[in-house]
């Protein structure tokens, strides 16, 4: 890689803080911050005006479909999804065939990972076998291998095992994240128990379906004393457990999908499976509460839940096609154009949402531009715009529910480690993609 | 003009209205010593039916076949599903043997809607999960205006599972676009609260006080095989309180009692109120041949731009 | 555009009162006898014989509607017509007259003819006709014909009746 001068460009802290500089990458990656520099020097020059150095994004809450599931996502279609999001860590849940329940899995996700990935990524445990709610998985023996949390995601933790598992966290100071869902009030519904619902007679889940286990995660969380983390909250009712929690210093944290943000079952066509996630698109109130409630500081994570499948699998019928839809490409173009840019959040918000937050809760490095270090950035630039098109996903899902919108904010280059990860075609001509 | 009918929600009034007119004049071929007019010569009817039923299916089939029509019903009855064929596949095949017209039951709500992308025939949904049920809810309208002429201010009680029927919403939808004063009865697991707002309609849980000035009611089937079943805690309960037997019209002896069929005697009606003077019930089912050829008339019956012109649309990928 | 006026109200009536008395001697048995107008114009002009009938020789006739929509051949080449009433008793055993106003391809005799068909096996089927334009495409021929008046194919013959035009006429359009 030649060497790449940054000239006056505007960058963002973990610490919040943001300023212009100068600096350079080497040849090897290294970044080396500048008081003065001849330009001659450079054999490409970024002139700053309307470039901004972000810290790279943690997500909390992907499904790179490994092992068993390659068809609808890898290893490295997955990273590079990241990379071509500004994402430098992510956590891959254990829902795959099979479940990674047990230390060899890890370590072969491990392994997978250390050979394919161009980025971090974070394997997160099942905390019961088979994720079937009845037995204990090796949690303790998972995490020397490198698991990062544990979790039955796509379906909740039965409560005995859930109380188990945080009494038996604590051991090792372990994080169990639930899926707050009771599978008897889903009981196979489609979309959200609603207006819409209710004149189309189609099965629906209920807000209690979500509330209820929420309201038993605190609970027991009360009880342990334990660190819960709880998955990709969807509805308003939910959020006052988790504020008591947080008012009664429970170790309890939480998450919101970036889609739950921005999609409500009101304003996307709710037959077009692009938009058949679980748990799904709420009433518009609810997604304007879960955002104060980011802002409150009541939820303290954005994630994508990118969950990718294949076309076949998406483009069944409505009741026959499968939750989940991808979000790592998009997730912070869709947070900077619909919250940054009308003002709603600052870049400092997000920041804090997706990168600060999820180092703390899950006690993971922060990834930052920083001087005579290894680069560890992207960069985007403000009012430049992109329309989301298939082309653009790195995912081997590429049925987005911004497909065809515009956005804003899209990451040029994403550096992780010294390397450059991604990078735009029409971004830093003569730089080659590594 | 519509192209198909998947709904009585965006059915324009006067188009309801013309389907009617035209059946008044199919009802008359029904009454010859030749039922047969060939205004479908040569048009391809497929039913099929992913779900049970013997006569939606067979009133479909009797009113194609009196105009004309080829009708053949398929019975997929969910085996082809089993064996992993996707709706989208069935309908890519169905859609190669040309038809003119497809007549789909799905016990899915809006896989009629779907399977529009898969085949230029003409859709008509014959019921699709609890969603609608527009033919039935048309020959109930033509029924109640055949008696009362206007419909506008008439209260027209639905009584029983609203909550997973679809002749109710599809009734519901309708007969507000008459000015009818649509009001719901059952209890509240089946006749949800939400329903009075969200449909701009009146919902009763107390039987005696829905009855007391209704025009009409229409009885719904209980349906025992289904979810209804979950939602009430026995049919004993559910028929002393929501069943209709004679002793409830004594205040209301005029009131028009329809019902879709079949009927669970002694359950959701009495042999009695079925089998009285007010009951249209029979009618009814002569209306709904009318009424579906009608239906079909209105969609097949004369020059529409791709109709016969069968598009290869096997190659082609469409959202949903 | 118009291009000539055949038939005014006076000559039509001539020619309903003749076309009546052809038929008064054709047929014995009156009970037997049955009018069937075609839509739209043949409904009044059957109805007006069969009040000539009534005030010339006492007999009532009986006369019905037929709306030949559903038998036409070319359904599917225009865009939607919308039917009308039949109000056909049983043809059986009966002698039937077509009435219509013009008599053109023949298409829609055939179509009358398919359609009373279906009430019955009739005695006999006669036609008459107001006027006969030519250009006929099928072996149909009037059995009482107002008037023969050839036409070229871009003519257009139409029947102004008072009963939904307010006047009577016959006029050749271009």
Redesign the interface.
Known sequence: MDKILFKNILVYFSDLSSKRINFYLDSSGNVNFLDSFDISDYKEVLDGEDLVVMPLLTDVHTHMRVPGQEEKEDITSGSKAAARGGIGQIFTMPNTKPVVDNAYLVDYLVSNIDKNSSMKIYPVGAVSKNQAGEELSPLLEMKRSGAIAFSDDGRPITTNILRKALIYAKTFDGVIIDHPEDPVLSDGGLIHEGRLSRAYGIKSIPYTSEEVCVARDVALARETRSRLHLAHLSTRHSLKYIEIAKEEDLNVTSEVTVNHLIFNCENISIFDTKFKVNPPFREEEDMYELFNALKKGIIDIICTDHAPHTLEEKELDYSQAPFGTPGLETVFAALYTNFVMSNKCALEDIIKWMVVNPSKVFSIPVLELQNNSKANFFIFKKNEEFLVKPEMFFSKCKLSPFLDKKLFGFPLATFYNGKMIYKDNNFLQTVKEI | MISHLLSTKNLELNEALEIFDNARKFLEVLDRPTKKVPILKGKLILTVFFEPSTRTRTSFEIAGKTLGADVVNLSVSQSSTKKGETIKDTCLTLNAMKPDCIVIRHSVSKIPDYITNFTSAKIVNAGDGSNEHPSQALLDAFTLIQHFGDLSGKKILILGDVLNSRVARSNVWLLKKFGAKVSLCGPSTLVREEFEKEWDVDVYWDLDEAINDADAIIVLRIQLERAASAWIPSTREYSIFYGLNSKRLVNNNKVLIMHPGPMNRGLEISSEVADSDNALIRKQVTNGLAIRMSIFYHLLGHKVDNIGEHLDKNTEQRGY | MLKAKILNEQEINKILHRLMYEIYENHKDFDKLLLVGLWTRGVFLSRRIAEIFLNEKGIRLDTSEL?V???RDD?????????????LI?T?ERSIIIVDDVLFTGRTIRGAI??I????RPKKIELLILIDRGHRELPINANYLGRFVPTSSKEDVNVRLKEIDNVDEVIILE
């Open positions: 709306d929509t559903p038998y359904l599917y080449t225009k865009e939607k017509i919308a039917l009308k009433t039949t109000n049983s059986r398919e359609a068909f279906d009430f019955g």
